[in-house]
């Protein structure tokens, strides 16, 4: 059966090679352009989950097939015992657009975990072991990470993991304000957390977690894993709160789907507490991998993506709520991470009805649609799918009887 090429034959392949923890997928895609992807049967769709907040110039962009090329050509890896031009500039670019005092650092590594990782380790620098995260929390699947992530069917198979992780209500003060202590080594939140259903934190959340953290002598860490790199409308969501966290991880849109992750500390004295021989990792930092960050950077400040992940998200929300459709309870989040958030628990009937009417969205929480669409995704694509949305609603909320 080696050469059987249709969904359904290679969907079979895949059920018997692959180890199951992704379940079985629903297609297998083979190309994109824009916003738009194919599967292996020829049909098109709209991809507003954008590979989960990773494709942020979408499939095919001419910049990053260039870089990428290019670099691939020139040197794709040359390990950590030396650097490239495209490693030292990447990084250079990353704080310049993070804003960052003199005296910050970036390490990079090859995901959002293994950022993770990186700053778990930074923060036991402090001395401490303590940490504080927030329920609903995701940080990744790595022990470590896992240890912060608070869904309990990802964690109790594997334990016992770290120690020390203490998980508070997202957005209750006090709650915060009771967990922070001298033992704290560091406080890690999401600005929106993206896999709990796309929940925003309000501002003044953050900066109290920037008072406590500064008054207990812990760092803040802010998971811009997904939120970062335009994805919510300004380079980083801390951004917008008004926030200077002592360090931020990155990884999803910063490759524009090649592997990348990073952990970017503000200001010399958090910087200076990894040094020499502390971490490493082989392949962060690649020339491949920076070169694609780069263009992706490159990108989005010369096409104007900020405004426009701004200008189209709001219009995407409005359009949404303006259909009044009784499934739609409310659209959360901030520039091109949304939510549409349901009246039933149906999201997985959306989706399904989404997927067959050619449009790829993610059913987050039984009562939330995640949107995610690459940033260089038009007004008038995102008008395709509210045009659609009243019918796949329609034919999820049919299905489910109410009662
Ligand atoms: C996706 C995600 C991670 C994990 O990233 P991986 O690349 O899958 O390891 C961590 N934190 C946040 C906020 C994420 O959204």
Redesign the pocket.
Known sequence: MGDATTNSQLLDRYAASLVGVFGRPPLVLSHGDGAYVWDVDGKRYLDLLGG??VNALGHGHPALVAAVSKQAAEAIHVSNLFTSVPQIELAERILAVAGAPEGSGVFFAN????A?EAAIKLSRRTGRSGIVAAEGA?????TG?LALTHKVAYREPFEPLIPGVTHVPYGDEEALRAAVSTETAAVFL?PVQ??AGVLPADPAYLRLARELTAAHGALLVL?E???GVGRTGSWFAFQQAGVLPDAI?L??GLGGGVPI?ALVTFGPEVTGLLTAGQHGSTFGGNPLACAAGLAVLETIESQGLLDHARVVGDHLAEAVLALGHPLVEGVRGAGLLRAITLTQPVSAKVADAARDAGFIVNPVAPQAIRLAPPLVVTTAQVDEFVAALPALLDAAACKEPTA
């Open positions: 989960i907040a995901s959002g975990a293994e993770i995701f940080h990744g699947r790595t990470a999401e993206g896999e998971d894993v997904q939120t991880t990884a999803k992750g």
